[in-house]
Every structure is written in structure tokens, then in C-alpha cells.
């Protein structure tokens, strides 16, 4: 199984350039190097609309000669059961023509790595996913939004490559390529500059989702995920971030991260609460209760557990900036997601 990666947000991505670009090494005692002296890159972008449903990929191996489903932690064989990872698998069944064409169009393109692995990656979204969404009100559809080769012997090696197969309106498979776009150079020696664009765009995409617009259903989108752009493909790691609002999780408005104060006083309620957004409870949520369908009090410890890995994962920076440590928001944290979870038995 080759799993998507995990998308950090705009300030991830800057503080990662900030220390690729101005490393210069490694002093006696191993210790790094920065070159603050050193220019900073500009690079382009671009945004394609970030749907509310869940994460899905489908694997040809080369070694098996077969297809197989994942989501974002598992993988299962066609042979699995119907209802895998909310129907997708019997989706895939359902569609394994059009799904084999797309495949066999794609290693087409790409004839250097006819012998390697290909997964597909894409949101499953759509009726009976996710709730609170125009995306939701659509029957069940996969959007493709990444792709990639690997060879199974080294699966840390992988190439991705731009996936541009278009769909009819009609079809259950679609590109969110084909949808509104949204293209920026971000000059990372002043990064501050394109943040009111990147709120503006995420606030319009919050209030009418362009993809369910496009297909019929208008209401709230979810955000939108940056990709650096490249041509044909890019063997190694590709640049990503996301932009992500409130309203898809019942929340009133977008709004930027709060800036952290240097006092104690009140500071661990603050992080704690701005480490905690809505979006980030329902995700953690879902994956424990098989998206709310097996509500019960055993999965509240791998739930919170969950929660506390995410946070450390993507929002350290934002706890050591407000020079604290994870533990000194710990009780916090806890406190607000027992809550989020405790409201969630009683809906």
C-alpha cells in the first residue's frame, strides 16, 4: 500500500522552505547550518477545490496482476467485502471498465514505467459521506486529484505525475482538475503577501462549492489544496499545502489562525482552542466510528488519542511559538474533544 501524504497548511510549507533554502551545512558537532543571507524561491502553485468526503486510492500491482482498493490506513482486495470504506469497494467493482481504461490510458502516457505499481488517488464523496456539504447532496463519485508510480521493490521511491483524463458530466469518476482552478506564484521571501489572496479564494470555495455547483447542487465547499506545479511528472516529494475554512464543519466563517501571545495568562485555552478546530474533532471523529455509525464510548481513547497525534504532527510549531510544549496543553485539548465527542452521542 502507498499511502497519500498528509497535507500541512500555508505555514507548514513556509517554515520547510525557509529551512531547505538557507541550509548550509553542518558544523563540528553535527549540529545544522542556516544561511539567513541566502534568497528565498519563488514557486508556483497551483489550487485545486478540496472536497468533504474521505479518502480513497485504487492500486494496479504489477506483481499481482490486480487492482486493489485503499483508503487512507488500509488496503483491501476486490474480494473484500461490498461495503468497504463506505461502498467504494463495490464502486470500483461496479465500474471496473471504465476504471481499467483509466489505467490503461494512464500507463500509456507514462511508457518508462509501464512495469511499476500505479495508484490513483482521489476524495470518495457524495450521499451518505459526510454531512454539512454541498458535495453530500451529489450521488457517490469518485474525484481523482493525484497519481503516482512506484516500484514495489522500493516503494520509498516514487514518481507523480499530472493526471489530466477528463469525464463526462455523467460519469461517476470525475477530475477536479476539470473544475475551477486556482494558479499563484508565492514568492517565499514574503509569503505574508499572497495570505489575503489565499483567504479570499477559500472563503468564496466555503461559500459555493465550484465542484457541486458545476454538477448541480450549490452550498458550502470544504477549502482548497496547492500543488506545485511541474510538467509530465516528478520523481520525489512534491510540494503541497491547504486552505481549509469552518463552515463545512458548522462554523459561521473563515478566519485566519490566531496570532499566539506571549502571555501565560489564558494562553492555554487560547492554543488549545486554536489547535482544536472543528474540522480536525469530525476527521478524528469519523475515523474511530466508522463515520458516526458505531458511536460508542470504547473508541473515545483511540479518538483522543488520534486527536493528540494530528496536533503534534501538524500544529507543534504553532505550541513551541507560543513557548509551551504539547503536554502544557494537554488537559486542554483533552477537555474540548471530550466535549466534541460527548455532543456527537447525543445527535
Known sequence: MKKFPKIGQFRNLVAEINRTSQFAGLDDKGDAIYDETRPKPTISFVGTVKLHGTNAGI????????????????????SAEEGTHYGFLGFVKNNLAQVKELFDKTY????????????????WAGKGIQKKVAVSKLNKTFF???????DASSPEESTWINLDTSFPETSPIQNTKDFKTFSIDIDFGNPKAVQETLLRWTSEVETVCPISAALGEEGVGEGIVFVETFTGEKTGDLLRFKSKGEKHAGKS????????????LSLLQKVADQVTPTWRLAQMFNDVTSMGKDIDRKHLGPYLR?????????????????????????????KIARDYFFEQEKL
Open 108 to 123: 500509456e502516457l507514462h511508457q518508462a514505467h509501464k512495469d511499476k505499481d500505479l495508484v490513483i488517488y482521489g476524495e
Open 306 to 334: 488520534k486527536v493528540n497525534q494530528d496536533i503534534i504532527e501538524e500544529d507543534n510549531d504553532l505550541i513551541e511559538a507560543a513557548n509551551l510544549t504539547y503536554k502544557d496543553i494537554s488537559s486542554e485539548v483533552s
Open 253 to 264: 466563517k473563515t478566519k485566519e489562525k490566531l496570532k499566539v501571545s506571549p502571555e501565560r
Open 144 to 150: 481523482l486529484f493525484s497519481a503516482r508510480f512506484f
Open 59 to 78: 492500486q494496479y500491482s504489477q506483481s499481482e496482476q490486480t487492482f486493489r482498493v485503499q483508503s487512507r490506513n488500509e488496503s483491501f482486495p476486490l
